[in-house]
């Protein structure tokens, strides 16, 4: 079993940069792939960035590529997500997720946190 919590969201103007954190508890963190997603109103969940259990691997949409940066930190056991050149369309809920292989599916990850609301304004 895990456990996670996202936090970091918030309102930022277009251009702007935010930082999102996800927590993890329970099973060994260091043992898991990790992966952000988001999801905008009346859209479906799509994949933002990935990064394996080693953070030897990562993986971005091409939407986010050269603005958002996944890391982590398995000492404090924690991802990351840096996002940078924030624009309107990156308003959405991020979710953080666990699973065993970093993949852009939603099916493959088993663990998620509840969101944080990220806002960019125009």
């Known amino acids: 079993q895990v456990q996670l919590v996202e936090s970091g969201g918030g309102l930022v103007q277009a251009g702007g940069s935010l930082r999102l954190s996800c927590a993890a508890s329970?099973?060994?963190?260091?043992?898991?792939?990790m992966g952000w997603f988001r999801q905008a109103p009346g859209k479906e969940r799509e994949f933002v960035a990935a990064?394996?259990?080693?953070?030897?691997?990562?993986y971005y949409a091409d939407s986010v590529k050269g603005r958002f940066t996944i890391s982590r930190d398995n000492a404090k056991n924690t991802v990351y997500l840096q996002m940078n050149s924030l624009k309107p369309e990156d308003t959405a809920v991020y979710y953080c997720?666990?699973?065993?292989?970093?993949?852009?599916?939603?099916?493959?990850?088993?663990?998620w946190g509840q969101g944080t609301q990220v806002t960019v304004s125009s």
């Open positions: 997720a666990a699973g065993f292989t970093a993949t852009m599916s939603i099916y493959e990850y088993d663990y």
């Open positions: 990064i394996s259990w080693s953070g030897g691997n990562t």
């Open positions: 329970g099973r060994t963190f260091s043992s898991y792939a």
